[in-house]
């Protein structure tokens, strides 16, 4: 199965950048659409970010957006999430999160959704910690 892994957590200052990494096994993930999730504690999980497989089209959720961007390296399997002007509230653990339905063959579906039973596979999470 696809196997999806976070890095580049940690601490931050208010107003400070980050940059998050998702890699996969295997090349799978060049047919999927991908998303970015967080949770804080004793809070629902909530959408961030989402790609197209092809990378051509983004959404945002409205709490980052102007100040997250997503993007995908389909030739190094990597899906990203540039954070900047980070705020308390972006504390939380950030999942990367992969929709295999939505590929090649998905034809009017293919653009990413925000919902998170749309995806199948979920990384083990990344902290975020943003001071202030």
């Known amino acids: 199965q696809v196997q999806l892994v976070e890095s580049g957590g940690g601490l931050v200052q208010a107003g400070g950048s980050l940059r998050l990494s998702c890699a996969a096994s295997?090349?799978?993930?060049?047919?999927?659409?991908m998303a970015w999730f967080r949770q804080a504690p004793g809070k629902e999980r909530e959408f961030v970010a989402a790609?197209?497989?092809?990378?051509?089209?983004?959404i945002y959720g409205d709490s980052v957006k102007g100040r997250f961007t997503i993007s995908r390296d389909n030739t190094k399997n990597t899906v990203y999430l540039q954070m900047k002007s980070l705020k308390a509230e972006d504390t939380a653990v950030y999942y990367c999160?992969?929709?295999?339905?939505?590929?090649?063959?998905?034809?009017?579906?293919?653009?990413?959704?925000?919902?998170?039973?749309?995806?199948?596979?979920w990384g083990q999470g990344t902290r975020i910690t943003v001071a202030s």
């Open positions: 295997g090349r799978t993930l060049t047919n999927y659409a």
């Open positions: 790609i197209s497989w092809t990378g051509g089209t983004t």
């Open positions: 999160a992969a929709d295999s339905k939505r590929g090649p063959k998905s034809g009017s579906n293919y653009l990413p959704r925000p919902e998170r039973h749309e995806y199948d596979y």
